[in-house]
């Protein structure tokens, strides 16, 4: 497949990724930095608003058996005869809740590294991972189960966030 048709379909799928995350959020921001708290500043790829308070998240698209834990430095991909390995998703992820955190003190931060459906954990989930089908579903229901002021609380400090995330 010649590179530009990959890229196509890349940017494509990351579109889809984005409107699913809208309609199961109340709001949202991509793809920003705010400050770390030391100094400097960290990216974040999503926050959602929800009933639950701010949701951050990292998607990580890949394909085949995802082998992992909460413990484990290292985690490992099997596809198609074929292994890969990364870096725990979950120290960076950590690292970004704690930055939205400490400009949203009242308000409620999870944070998940979020995986395409493509990948599979078939000896089991780490803490703060989902399979993107599943936390969109939740989230999709406790959205229209939420009543009208039931973000009240969470808007102003939301609205702060909005204001101090530089927006790549």
Same mark, same amino acid.
């Given at each position: 497949?010649?590179?530009?048709?990959?890229?196509?379909?890349? %940017?494509?799928?990351?579109?889809?990724?984005?409107?699913?995350?809208?309609?199961?959020?109340?709001?949202? %921001?991509?793809?920003?930095?705010?400050?770390?708290?030391?100094?400097?500043?960290?990216?974040?790829?999503?926050?959602?608003?929800?009933?639950?308070?701010?949701?951050?998240?990292?998607?990580?698209?890949?394909?085949?058996?995802?082998?992992?834990?909460?413990?484990?430095?290292?985690?490992?991909?099997?596809?198609?005869? $074929?292994?890969?390995?990364?870096?725990?998703?979950?120290?960076? %992820?950590?690292? $970004?809740?704690?930055?939205?955190?400490?400009?949203?003190?009242?308000?409620?931060?999870?944070?998940?590294?979020?995986?395409?459906? $493509?990948?599979?954990?078939?000896?089991?989930?780490?803490?703060?991972? $989902?399979?993107?089908?599943?936390? %969109?579903?939740?989230?999709?229901?406790?959205?229209?189960?939420?009543?009208?002021?039931?973000?009240?609380?969470?808007?102003?400090?939301?609205?702060?966030?909005?204001?101090?995330?530089?927006?790549?």
């Amino acid at each position: 497949m010649p590179v530009h048709t990959w890229v196509a379909l890349r %940017l494509r799928a990351r579109g889809s990724i984005d409107r699913k995350l809208r309609k199961a959020a109340n709001d949202i %921001l991509m793809n920003f930095l705010v400050p770390d708290g030391i100094g400097s500043e960290i990216h974040v790829q999503y926050a959602l608003l929800t009933s639950r308070g701010v949701i951050i998240m990292d998607i990580r698209d890949v394909r085949g058996h995802v082998f992992g834990s909460d413990a484990m430095e290292e985690w490992t991909v099997l596809a198609d005869q $074929r292994l890969f390995t990364f870096s725990n998703p979950q120290h960076a %992820l950590f690292d $970004r809740m704690a930055a939205v955190k400490r400009l949203l003190p009242d308000v409620p931060v999870e944070g998940f590294v979020v995986f395409t459906n $493509r990948a599979e954990f078939s000896k089991g989930q780490p803490t703060h991972v $989902r399979i993107m089908d599943g936390l %969109l579903e939740e989230l999709q229901i406790e959205k229209k189960e939420l009543p009208v002021d039931a973000l009240d609380e969470y808007r102003s400090q939301w609205d702060q966030l909005c204001e101090e995330a530089v927006v790549k």
